[in-house]
Each structure stands twice: as structure tokens, then as C-alpha cells.
């Protein structure tokens, strides 16, 4: 990468440090930056740790769903618009079905499933990269994608409405379900944009040579393959008879459920008292929510037995990548905490806050949302207890509240997830995945006033 080139993170990461220190020696509040550098340290390592079994739960269950052809077999059916939007990823890679599952699990709001598929997902981006370090196009999509993708239920920021006495918690399901789709547009239209750009192109140092060989734990994932041929280090057996008829079962099972959820008076059960007031859709989704993971965690191991599978054996091999991918990740995820809490205890935030309230105000954007629109990129920790004051200060009834909930709902922690998914690939030049996830959160931020003013208001 030449100095022309613009290192994004680099200079935002540095920024941070330099104002914090700034600021909080301005302001006599250098003991809560150094407290927020600990702070910040301590919580990076915390969530890593906590991320281990759970890397390791959906790695090896996704171990199961590749080695069984389910991977390939999604991602051959949404192949024409997964091509268009990652033209450089083909179509038979198992990074095209392992986005897929990451983007349906953002969707359904499952949080501790999307973040291991989405780092599966990238670590098989990685396979196709020739430059490792430097984010590739598809890279830089996929993770616009993420800190956008479009909230069917917002069930975080709903529980909170809830919590506080709300007699209409559900009311942002559609507030955010519009913002987030704004939000998701731009996303993708800017991060096309934005790699056209020249500032944005990745350029070899001199006598740099670009490595085009898969890296050594996916020789086997090469882009060389003919469209027919499957990406399996051996093809399983066909699904047998009695495999079918448990495949079956299990979806009709589940089916049911669903359906008990739904329409309880199909069952002859009583309808509960929170669901009295919810229409069908919301309905539908909470009933996807809730029954997701387990139909996940027990369709594939099923499904992949009845291929032939030794589904004990191939769960434990996926899942001994679980923690050599958290190791990667603990760095950049403290190197980033460690500035934003230094930052915020400095009193940047607020700093922000007040600059921008006398050009904000004849837009008419409420003031008391502007510190959690500034916070949402960079701590979703502090973002919930923004969201938590406003709601208990003004009431959850109030616009602003609605509003402030479907901001929380419709955004994402952009910093966050580029530290973690980058990190667990060794990614340090972020190219435009930094300005798209950005510029999704400001139109996420800005759907969400409006939307709601004209929903709600």
C-alpha cells in the first residue's frame, strides 16, 4: 500500500488516542482516560473469552453442514444475487453459504449465532485472497452488509420498551424494519461506490508479489475448481431412506411448533397476555427467533448422518478452529476498545454532543438523541445504557424514546465488528469497509427520525 493510499483505521484509531488525551488534559479527566484504556482492555478480553465456546458450537455445526453439502446446496440457490452482490466469490465456495447464514441470522435477530457464521465466513473470504492484510471487495461488502443488515425484530430495544412499562414495546418492529432496509441500501450502493475509488485501491509496494495460493488450511477451497464439482475433501453418500423420513419428521415437528406459536388456538391453548396484542408478523418472527437455533443445532447433525456423516468426529474437527480464531481476534479488538474507552472517558463524546447541537437543531433532530447516534458506532455496551436513560427519563411512550429504540434497533456497532471479523483474518487495511458501514449507520440514524416522526409522531 503506497502512502497515497488511505489507512482509515489507522488514522481514526490514532485520532482517538490523540483527542482523548487532549481533551481529558483539558478538561482534568486524564485519570478517566487511563481508566478508560483498562476499562477497555478488560472488557476486549472478556468478550473474546466469552466468544469461545460459542465459535466453537457453530464452527463445528457448520463443519457438519459443509462436509454434508447443505452449505453448497443454499448457496446454488441464491446464487444470481449472491453473485451480484460478491462477483468475485464463486459460486460453489462455501463462503457464498456461510454469508447467507450470517445475513438470516442477523435478520432474525441472533446475535451469538450471526458473529461465528459471520467469522466463518470471513476466514473462507480469506481462502480467496490474494493479499493477505489488505481487505478484499467482497470483504468490505459482506461486512457493509453486516453493520446493516436489514432487523425483522429488534428484540433488545423491544425489551427495554418492554421493561419500562411500554404499553406498545412492539411498535418499533416496523420503524426498524424500514430503517434498517434504508440503512442495508446504502450499505451495499456505497461500499460498490466506494471501491471504484482510486483511494481505495489496493496497490503493490515495489517488488511486492501478490500470493495467489490458497493459504494452508483451505488448499482444498481453490477458485481453480470446474462450476460442477464440490467442495468437499470427499463427496458424501446419497440421503438414505430412513435419513429422509427423519429429515422429514424433524421439519414437520418443528413446523408444529411454529404454528403452536403462531395461532396457539389451533392447539386449543390460551393465547399469553404479551402476545395478545401482537398481529401475525410479529408473531411469525418471534416464533423464528425462538426456534432458529435449536432446528439449526439439529437439523444439520441429523441431516449429515443420514449422508454417511461421522457427525461426532466432523463437529469435533470444526470446532477445534474455535479458539486459534478468538486468539486472533483479542488484539484488535483491545487496540480498538482501548481508544474508544479512552475517548468516552475524556468527554469526547459530549464534546461532540454540544459542537453539533446548533447545527442539528433547525433540523429538527432531537438533541437528546445525538449522544447515542455519536455512541452507536463505537460501543454497543454504551449505547444500551443511552437507550436505557432516555427511555426511563422520558417515558416509552415518548417519540424520542420510540425513535432512540428504533436507532438501537436499526444500527450497528460498525467499529465493533470491524475489529472482530477483520481481526479473526488478520486484516489491517480496511480499505472502504470503515466509510460504508459508517455511512449506513448515518442513514440508519436518519430513517429512523424520520420513520418514526411519520409512524409514530
Not at 476466514?123 to 480467496?128: A, C, K, V
Not at 461532540?352 to 454497543?380: E, H, N, Y
Request: include cysteine; charge should be positive.
Amino acid at each position: 500500500m503506497t502512502a497515497k493510499t488511505l489507512a482509515v483505521l489507522n488514522y481514526i484509531w490514532l485520532a482517538l488516542v490523540v483527542c482523548a488525551v487532549v481533551i481529558g488534559g483539558w478538561n482534568d479527566r486524564l485519570k478517566e482516560v487511563t481508566g478508560g484504556a483498562f476499562d477497555g482492555a478488560k472488557t476486549a478480553v472478556t468478550i473474546a473469552l466469552g466468544l469461545i465456546g460459542i465459535m466453537a458450537l457453530w464452527l463445528g455445526i457448520m463443519r457438519l453442514a459443509e462436509r454434508a453439502g447443505l452449505v453448497q446446496r443454499i448457496a446454488r440457490g441464491l446464487r444470481p444475487l449472491l453473485q451480484r452482490l460478491f462477483p468475485d466469490v464463486p459460486s460453489n465456495h462455501p463462503a457464498m453459504g456461510s454469508m447467507l447464514m450470517n445475513m438470516a441470522a442477523n435478520m432474525l435477530g441472533l446475535g451469538n449465532a450471526a458473529t461465528p457464521l459471520g467469522l466463518r465466513a470471513m476466514r473462507d473470504l480469506e481462502t480467496l485472497n490474494p493479499r493477505p492484510g489488505v481487505a478484499t471487495n467482497a470483504m468490505c461488502t459482506f461486512l457493509a452488509i453486516n453493520t446493516s443488515s436489514v432487523q425483522l425484530i429488534p428484540a433488545t430495544a423491544i425489551a427495554i420498551l418492554a421493561a419500562s412499562g411500554s404499553t406498545r414495546p412492539t411498535a418499533i418492529v416496523g420503524t426498524a424494519f424500514l430503517a434498517t432496509l434504508c440503512a442495508a441500501t446504502v450499505a451495499v450502493i456505497s461500499a460498490k461506490f466506494f471501491e471504484r475509488l482510486t483511494i481505495f485501491q489496493p496497490r503493490r509496494e515495489p517488488g511486492e508479489v501478490f500470493d495467489k495460493s490458497p493459504t494452508p488450511s483451505a488448499r482444498r477451497l481453490t477458485t481453480q475448481l470446474p462450476e460442477e464439482m464440490p467442495i468437499v475433501e470427499e463427496p458424501p453418500r446419497r440421503l438414505s431412506a430412513l435419513g429422509l423420513i427423519a429429515v422429514v419428521l424433524l421439519t414437520v415437528f418443528f413446523f408444529a411448533l411454529f404454528l403452536r406459536i403462531v395461532s396457539p388456538g389451533l392447539f386449543n391453548l390460551p393465547v399469553p397476555a404479551e402476545m395478545a396484542s401482537q398481529n401475525v408478523f410479529v408473531r411469525s418472527v418471534n416464533a423464528l427467533s425462538i426456534l432458529a437455533i435449536p432446528f439449526l443445532l439439529s437439523f444439520f447433525p441429523i441431516y449429515a448422518a443420514a449422508r454417511g456423516l461421522k457427525v461426532y468426529e466432523e463437529f469435533v474437527e470444526g470446532a477445534k478452529e474455535g479458539f486459534g480464531v478468538i486468539l486472533k481476534i483479542i488484539p484488535f479488538l483491545v487496540t480498538m476498545l482501548v481508544a474508544i474507552g479512552m475517548f468516552k472517558g475524556a468527554g469526547g463524546i459530549d464534546l461532540l454532543t454540544s459542537a453539533l447541537k446548533p447545527i442539528l437543531a433547525p433540523l429538527q433532530f432531537p438533541p437528546d438523541l445525538l449522544p447515542l447516534a455519536l455512541m452507536r458506532p463505537l460501543s454497543g455496551s454504551a449505547t444500551l445504557a443511552l437507550l436505557t436513560d432516555i427511555v426511563h427519563r422520558l417515558g416509552p411512550e415518548n417519540i424520542v424514546s420510540l425513535t432512540a429504540a428504533t436507532i438501537y434497533g436499526s444500527t450497528e456497532t460498525t467499529f465493533y465488528v470491524v475489529a472482530v471479523y477483520f481481526g479473526a483474518v488478520g486484516v489491517k487495511q480496511t480499505r472502504h469497509a470503515i466509510p460504508a458501514g459508517l455511512l449506513a449507520d448515518l442513514t440508519g440514524v436518519i430513517a429512523s427520525v424520520v420513520v418514526c416522526r411519520a409512524v409514530l409522531g
